[in-house]
């Protein structure tokens, strides 16, 4: 296409740089990552698991745009490729989207004949990337809206009939410090709380179980970690039964993420995500955050609980699948 042209990524700290630089344009409400930040997680990922980029560069020899191709790792299937496709926004995508994708598809036929499916996320809203997927016979198979809470705006009373239904089972509530203090085996058994809650999160492909190095590094070594807003539920017996964490990727604290939330199968419709969700949003005001956002599967309780919450609904991102 004149005007741009297209190649692998070279991974110097020039293009780091410009990678990182490219990434804040894109999502400036995202987290901030530093070319430091990128090249750790390329060093970090595994060499089992695809990981290609190829770059659209302008005649200026400035970074426009970024498709990857990756292998999830954290989930079992080895025959799924995940495609990523950032464009500044500066330049226009409807025309960048189709040289990227081109090219990636171009790179797994010559480089491994193991894909089956491709998946691809697009905003709802955004009518090129919906159409562009559409056109080259993408099918949409799982929405998840987004939705944020205005912490001021948080109902209180919600909270005394959480905890009161709390007391009733006897659950308690402590926080990822605390546990840490209490159980010498925290990392596994927090590990296995997370395994067994994530196995009924919906999703376009299996999650694979993480081993506790794994799981470290997804969730442990993360930089957006606070142990403070890590909230689990105990039983009376001492069993780890539920959790629900935030994660700070805005900088300036304004805005907390929801994590994880859940509760094991054997402990659900006792009020215990709520009260768990009640502690987060607790957590938020205390902090002086001034929203939560999340995102949900439609049609998971969760997404219900949200809303009953008082989280209010946003565009949906939306997954794609084309089989190979």
Request: aromatic letters at 10%.
């Amino acid at each position: 296409m004149t005007g741009y042209s297209l190649r692998p990524f070279r991974a110097s700290e020039q293009e780091y740089r410009a990678l990182a630089s490219l990434l804040r344009a894109v999502s400036p409400e995202g987290r901030p990552e530093s070319s430091e930040d990128l090249k750790r997680e390329d060093l970090e990922w595994p060499s089992s698991s695809l990981l290609q980029r190829v770059i659209a560069y302008t005649s200026r020899e400035e970074m426009a745009a970024v498709g990857a191709c990756f292998q999830a790792y954290w989930l079992d299937s080895p025959s799924t490729i995940y495609l990523k496709f950032d464009v500044h926004p500066d330049h226009p995508q409807v025309h960048l989207l189709p040289i990227l994708f081109e090219s990636l598809h171009r790179l797994l036929t010559e480089h491994t004949s193991e894909f089956r499916r491709l998946v691809a996320r697009a905003r709802e809203d955004d009518s090129d990337r919906v159409g562009f997927l559409v056109e080259n016979g993408f099918r949409e198979e799982m929405r998840s809206p987004s939705s944020a809470l205005q912490v001021a705006e948080f109902d209180e009373s919600i909270c005394e009939r959480a905890y009161a239904r709390l007391a009733q089972c006897k659950v308690r509530m402590i926080t990822l410090t605390e546990f840490c203090n209490e159980e010498p085996e925290w990392k596994r058994k927090l590990r296995d709380l997370r395994w067994e809650i994530v196995r009924d999160v919906p999703t376009t492909e299996p999650f694979a179980k993480p081993t506790i190095a794994e799981f470290e590094e997804m969730v442990l070594r993360d930089p957006a970690l606070d142990v403070e807003a890590f909230f689990i539920a105990q039983a009376e017996d001492g069993a780890l039964i539920g959790m629900s964490n935030l994660w700070r990727n805005d900088p300036e604290g304004k805005r907390l993420d929801t994590g994880l939330t859940g509760v094991i199968r054997s402990y659900r419709r006792r009020g215990i995500a709520t009260a768990l969700k009640v502690q987060t949003i607790r957590y938020a005001q205390a902090s002086g955050a001034e929203t939560i956002e999340t995102s949900n599967e439609e049609e998971s309780p969760m997404y219900t609980l949200n809303l009953r919450l008082g989280f209010k609904p946003k565009p949906a991102w939306v997954d794609y699948t084309r089989e190979e």
